[in-house]
């Protein structure tokens, strides 16, 4: 099993900045790609970004388009999420996520395991 905590979320204006950070414990996560899905009021849930142990790292470039940053610590087993230059499209409950990987980072959501509680980001206009 693998525990997953989400923080960092928060009202903020637009053009501002959040970290999200999540953190895991349960197991060793060297095996496993971590993500950012988000999902905004009556809509489904999208990738947003994910990353492997080794740092490689992909986007949803329609919706992040360079101001989301992916990142992990490994030492912390954490994960964060930068997201810059924010925009109300923006707000909706992030959640993070993680998923065994041998090959290629999945983008569908439906093959993640685990799931974080969400943290709500709430960015005003």
């Known amino acids: 099993q693998v525990q997953l905590v989400e923080s960092g979320g928060g009202l903020v204006q637009a053009g501002g900045s959040l970290r999200l950070s999540c953190a895991a414990s349960?197991?060793?996560?060297?095996?496993?790609?971590m993500g950012w899905f988000r999902q905004a009021p009556g809509k489904e849930r999208e990738f947003v970004a994910a990353?492997?142990?080794?740092?490689?790292?992909?986007y949803n470039i329609d919706s992040v388009k360079g101001r989301f940053t992916i990142s992990r610590d490994n030492a912390k087993n954490t994960v964060y999420l930068q997201m810059n230059s924010l925009k109300p499209e923006d707000t909706a409950v992030y959640y993070c996520?993680?998923?065994?990987?041998?090959?290629?980072?999945?983008?569908?959501?439906?093959?993640?395991?685990?799931w974080g509680q969400g943290t709500q980001v709430t960015v005003s206009s």
């Open positions: 996520a993680a998923v065994l990987v041998d090959t290629l980072i999945p983008t569908n959501q439906n093959e993640y395991a685990y």
């Open positions: 990353i492997r142990w080794r740092g490689v790292s992909i």
């Open positions: 349960g197991r060793t996560l060297s095996s496993y790609a």
